[in-house]
């Protein structure tokens, strides 16, 4: 937890009007607040707040706003072989989760999932992870937080709603080629999947 609330100090500064932290150098290793400090699940609210907030920026004012303007410039989800194409939100999402996921001093890990994934690398891994999924798709509004044990460590996971909040998302998965007969018709404010945020406890 100590290179989490690293992380979460950074955070202060770069989304601070979305959570007001305290504590930061606190070492509390499990999920019982601290004095004057943070839990994991604070934690992974915060971190949850500053990934939407960059991901619907650059859905909302930047892929959306490309399309409605008729520019050359298109999202497509084979940008990295065609010319004048910028990666989809989701694409831009899953790189940033990687980058964080590489890095062994971020303390923690993030993925986007759904139960209707278009690409395979979205289907959930754990029962948890279905199980939070199902939660938050069925309790609009609510987060799901747990516990699991993978291997031999237990993790904080976050499950989190990642609802359709541009019309360039639910435009590209309604009308995709891979979705199947029983596929969702998505609209504006569905939800489409759940971003999953999992932190170690050992």
């Known amino acids: 937890m100590n290179k989490v609330l690293g992380i979460v100090c950074g955070l202060i500064v770069i989304g601070s ?9 606190n070492s509390t290793p499990a999920s ?18 500053v990934m939407m907030a960059d991901r619907t920026v650059y859905a909302t004012h930047i892929v959306t706003r490309l399309k409605e303007q ?4 298109k999202p497509s989800e084979y940008w990295q072989d065609e010319e004048g194409t910028i990666p989809l939100p989701a694409q831009m999402f899953r790189m940033g989760s990687e980058i ?4 062994e001093e971020a303390g923690f890990t993030y993925a986007l999932k759904s139960l209707w994934p278009l690409n ?13 999924l199902k939660f938050v798709a069925e309790n609009p509004g609510e987060n799901f937080y747990g516990e699991e044990k993978l291997g031999d ?18 435009d590209c998965h309604n009308n995709h080629s891979d979705r199947g007969a ?18 170690p406890l050992d």
């Open 17 to 25: 009007t979305t959570v007001a932290l305290t504590g930061c150098g």
């Open 32 to 49: 019982v607040p601290a004095a004057g400090g943070i839990t994991p699940k604070q934690f992974a609210n915060a971190v949850h707040a």
């Open 70 to 73: 008729g520019s050359e410039v």
């Open 100 to 103: 964080v996921d590489s890095n």
């Open 120 to 132: 395979p690398q979205n289907t959930p891994k754990s029962d948890q992870e279905i199980e939070g």
């Open 153 to 170: 460590k237990t993790y904080f996971t976050a499950v989190y709603a990642d609802k359709a909040v541009a019309k360039a998302c639910w």
């Open 182 to 199: 029983d596929y969702p018709e998505f609209k504006e404010g569905d939800v489409m999947g759940g971003v999953v945020v999992r932190i």
